[in-house]
């Protein structure tokens, strides 16, 4: 009886201790496709520039991250309701500006082409684009209207 008491205690003492050392600490990263930065690949993993880069900086700082692919619109509902812990994502978005904390570094930008079709007026800027034949980005700064 005894020897059977002192090997639960050790089980019991030891439990938390092997629990401990399996779990890593996780963080939810949301993303959406925009290739080559962040997409899903052929075999359904993440991948990108932006996903290897968060992964390794959440590495070197001893978290674990889980990717997930979302819509835009999901994604910000995430964000502002705690589900999603981190997005990579462009800085400066006023509905989100009081549900998340933004980093002070710029870790790199991404130029974005305007294209328009042959025989058409090109559009004068981007704020002037016609969307009734593209979705817009729901992350889009700004707002597009028709050219007239």
Known sequence: MPRRFCLILIALLWLPVACAAGSERRIHVGYYEFPPYSYTDDQGHPSGVGLELT????DEAGYQAEFRAYPGA???????????????????????????????????????????????????????????????????????????
């Not at 992964?55 to 959440?58: F, N």
């Open 55 to 58: 992964a390794r900086l959440l």
């Open 74 to 148: 999901r994604l910000y509902n995430g964000l502002i309701d705690g589900s999603i812990a981190l997005w990579f994502g462009a800085p400066g978005k006023p509905e989100l500006a009081e549900h998340t904390l933004e980093s002070r570094y710029l870790l790199g930008q991404i130029a974005l082409n305007l294209y328009y079709r042959p025989g058409t007026a090109p559009p004068r800027s981007p704020s002037t684009c016609t969307t009734d034949r593209a979705p817009r980005r729901p992350d889009c700064p700004t707002t597009c209207r028709a050219v007239a």
